[in-house]
């Protein structure tokens, strides 16, 4: 499998929708606009490709000084345990550097990963649920 790995890669939201639904995460897929404008925000995409085709994205907001919260960890269920989860956390680490923390709310289905690429469980975090 040559993967090939993309720093802030125009990508368009269909393709972005397309991985969202292949891979399980729960996001507007619905939403083309909503989708288009998460990207168009974002400070930080790192994705991942296999001929052409999309098949992994880690989408981050950050501050590039302090903290980034990693907002999206997608990569298509085909494409799974192949460590692309790993090579995205991996490479936006890079950009980041190590004096900013990386920050994410996990799907309750991924709790088990994220100890296994690196995160450490957090007990003192906060949410003000979205309504929609």
Do not use: H
Not at 64 to 82: I, R
């Amino acid at each position: 499998m040559g993967i090939i790995y993309k720093l802030n890669e125009p990508v368009k939201a269909e393709e972005v929708i397309q991985v969202f639904k292949n891979s399980g995460i729960t996001r507007p897929v619905d939403q083309k606009e909503r989708i288009q404008k998460m990207i168009d925000q974002a400070n930080i995409i790192i994705t991942a490709w296999d001929e052409g085709k999309l098949v992994g994205i880690a989408r981050a907001l950050t501050d590039f000084s302090y903290c980034c919260y990693l907002s999206d960890l997608a990569v298509d269920q085909q494409y799974q345990k192949s460590g692309i989860g790993k090579q995205l956390i991996e490479r936006l680490r890079d950009v980041i550097g190590e004096e900013v923390a990386l920050i994410l709310l996990s799907a309750p289905g991924a709790m088990e990963y994220y100890p296994k690429v690196g995160f450490d469980k957090a007990e003192n975090a906060f949410i003000i649920r979205r309504k929609r």
